[in-house]
């Protein structure tokens, strides 16, 4: 169980505190005519995503699933029950666009291999449910889970049985099984009499494509996720070179039927071809990104493409991908470095996003925020591209991404000031997902 782990008494105090404060959320609403029960946090500090400064001390008044009013702490005592933050910085709940809830890490390809031939999808359902509710515990009360490497369409049952509450998790989109051209994608190297599954569905031509898209979309893909470029190598110019899955034909016929039944496209796309093609097409967001040249730059600029780096997971897989054969991974840190620098600088959207499941299950994704700022942005950009900006890539800025009266209550809180150091919000301490609490994996304060 991934609940509390400390065992002192101030955090068993928390963890009931939350057990029953999570029962009491979890009751029928009043009865008709009745007036509606509200539950206040009082935050210590309040960052709330809306452009301004960092507030003081102050009440945030909930009822049922939604936010329904900001107060300074010094007004008069609430009625109704009062969480006590007062000790902690109140953030909208985090965002996380980039995320695998059915892998569980695959520095090398005998990882990967081992998962799809070696373990069952239900086993590996069984694993997910876990992963979703430990990236709640983080404080991620959203997530894009960007394919489920070759567990078909079990990430719709994952979202299902959390929107039904039958397990706790993050608030899910997810895109299914992704695409590939026939050959591009593991398992590969196996002898051509055996048969072996893949990671993706295979996917041909542009008939092929948008045949793909009906199906997945079917199925319950609220993405479609295509990867549109392999076998990465370093230019004398210090560009990544890349070899295109997909032709321009392709992509777009994706992205038309995909858009066509009001649905997105994320693409994965490391590398100068692969991430041209698929702003050309127009999708929605450029997942990983290391190289990424000027004009495609400014294309995205101009299209309102988001831009999703993953920078932490390149971190982590580089030095073992580098030993088993892909010496690229060496320079792949400083050439992404490189592009974030100047996509920023070029105003491209960014969206929070790690690719956790690409590496470890313990270890928490929130280490992304201390990369981004690292390759130069500030903490607040940072957390903005974790809430505001995660929403708007998500489509939910009516209801996620920021504190404040309408949205859901979707609230997470950190010891001290994450403004002034990121890394604070790998602590996080407090877990508010629409009105419910739920267990935080920090120890208590
Ligand atoms: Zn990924």
């Known amino acids: 169980m991934y609940i509390c782990q400390s065992k002192s008494g101030a955090a068993l105090s928390i963890a009931l505190l939350v057990l029953s404060v999570t ?18 946090l009082r935050c210590g500090a309040l960052w709330d995503g809306r452009g301004g400064k960092m507030l003081g001390p102050t009440l945030v008044e909930i009822r049922a699933e939604r936010i329904v009013a900001l107060r300074p702490a010094s007004a008069a005592t609430p009625d109704g029950k009062v969480i006590d933050l007062s000790a902690l910085t109140c953030v909208p709940g985090l965002i996380d666009s980039h995320t695998h809830v059915l892998l569980q890490g695959d520095i090398t390809s005998a990882d990967y291999d081992e998962q799809l031939l070696k373990q069952s999808p239900e086993y590996r359902t069984i694993l997910a449910t876990m992963n979703a509710r430990r990236m709640l515990s983080w404080g ?32 899910m989109q997810v895109a299914t099984r992704a695409m590939d051209v026939t050959g591009a994608y593991p398992l590969i190297g196996y002898a051509p009499g055996i048969n072996v599954p893949k990671g993706v569905q295979e996917v041909d031509g542009a008939d092929g494509g948008r045949r793909a898209v009906r199906e997945q979309i079917y199925h319950g893909a609220d993405w479609i996720k295509v990867y549109s470029d392999r076998s990465y190598q370093v230019q004398p110019d210090g560009t990544l070179d890349d070899i295109p899955t997909f032709t321009l034909e392709e992509l777009k016929a994706i992205v038309d039927e995909t858009h066509r039944q009001r649905h997105k496209v994320a693409s994965h796309a490391m590398a100068r071809q692969g991430v041209h093609n698929s702003v050309e097409a127009g999708v929605d967001s450029i997942e990983h990104g290391n190289y990424i040249a000027d004009d495609d730059l400014r294309m995205m600029v101009q299209k309102g493409i988001f831009y999703v780096p993953t920078i932490f997971v390149g971190e982590y897989v580089a030095e073992g991908r580098a030993k088993a054969g892909a010496p690229v991974w060496k320079q792949m840190g400083e050439i992404h470095e490189k592009t974030f620098r100047r996509a920023l600088k070029a105003g491209v959207k960014i969206a929070f996003g790690t690719d956790i499941g690409g590496f470890d299950w313990h270890i ?3 280490r992304e925020f201390g990369w981004m700022v690292k ?19 998500l489509g939910w800025t009516d209801k996620l991404g920021t504190i404040e009266a ?23 301490r407090f877990v508010m997902k629409a009105g419910v609490v739920y267990p935080s994996a920090a120890a208590a304060p």
């Open 375 to 393: 390759y130069g942005m500030t903490p607040e950009q940072a957390l903005r591209a974790a809430t505001v900006g995660g929403a708007e890539l």
């Open 364 to 366: 928490n994704p929130a």
């Open 140 to 171: 991620f009360t959203t997530i894009r889970d960007v394919e489920t490497e070759g567990a078909g369409y079990a990430d719709v049952d994952v979202k299902n049985a959390i929107e039904r509450g039958i397990i706790p998790g993050p608030r």
């Open 406 to 428: 309408g949205k859901l209550a979707d609230i997470v809180a950190v010891p001290g000031d994450p403004l002034a150091d990121v890394t604070r919000l790998e602590q996080v």
């Open 23 to 40: 029962a009491r959320a979890a009751t029928p609403a009043a009865a008709p005519g009745e007036p509606a029960v509200s539950t206040w």
